[in-house]
């Protein structure tokens, strides 16, 4: 069975702080792609990133970077010097290869970043 | 090129009715997601398709829900004799199918059932 496990439910930083939303997954698929997803108050999800099982190579996307570690099962997200735009709902997501893509949730991190 | 568009955006219904919601994905992409997120947590998987195909469906999906993609385009989601408990955003999201999987949602239907 596959799970994604998002265990901080909200956060609040004040701008300029920088925040680490954690995920941590299961599966016994070997083949696999993580992904994150932000949620602002409007509703719609927004793609981030995508990672596959193979590449452990962390990356960084101005202000945002990404933590995989294979052996701990994590994929881990970096906000550096946060902003009051940042503040949203973060969705970390797992899909294993060649099964359809349909998208496994975690429940979320809230993070609210004020000024 | 236009995202995913969702209609309608809202929808209050009385329990025992029938609702419809439509998806238009992004032009070409072959593959097509629907989810369900209930108040405070992640979105979970409903059915999907390839082209026109219905390929799964969720435990989730009762006998009460239906999907269609007639023409490998839009879909539709029918929910009969609505219930207080379908009460969620419905999303819907399509990738190209290429294999990295990429899913650009949509704004989703909230569906509220009184």
């Known amino acids: 069975a596959q799970k994604v496990t998002q265990a901080q439910t909200e956060i609040s930083v004040v701008e300029k702080e920088d925040v680490t939303l954690d995920c941590v997954y299961e599966?016994?698929?070997?083949?696999?792609?993580l992904f994150w997803y932000k949620q602002p108050p409007s509703g719609e999800l927004v793609f981030l990133i995508r990672r596959n099982s193979f590449d452990e190579q962390n990356e960084i996307s101005g202000r945002y970077s990404w933590n995989f570690q294979k052996s701990t099962s994590s994929f881990n997200f970096t906000i550096t010097a946060s902003q009051v735009v940042d503040s949203a709902v973060y969705f970390c997501a797992l899909t294993p290869y060649n099964q359809g893509g349909k998208l496994i949730f975690g429940q979320g991190t809230e993070l609210s970043v004020k000024p | 090129d236009t995202g995913v568009s969702q209609d309608p955006r809202h929808k209050i219904t009385k329990r025992g009715q029938n609702v419809t919601f439509r998806c238009d994905p992004i032009s070409e992409h072959n593959r097509l997601y629907w989810y369900r997120q209930t108040l405070g947590q992640g979105p979970e998987f409903l059915t999907y398709?390839?082209?026109?195909?219905?390929?799964?469906k969720s435990r989730l999906l009762s006998d009460r829900f239906s999907a269609e993609r007639p023409k490998g385009s839009f879909s539709t989601l029918e929910i009969q004799r609505t219930e207080q408990g379908d009460s969620a955003m419905y999303l819907c999201a399509s990738s190209s199918g290429t294999g990295d999987y990429e899913q650009y949602f949509g704004p989703g239907t909230r569906l509220t059932v009184t």
């Open positions: 599966t016994r698929d070997t083949t696999y792609y």
């Open positions: 398709f390839q082209n026109e195909a219905q390929l799964e």
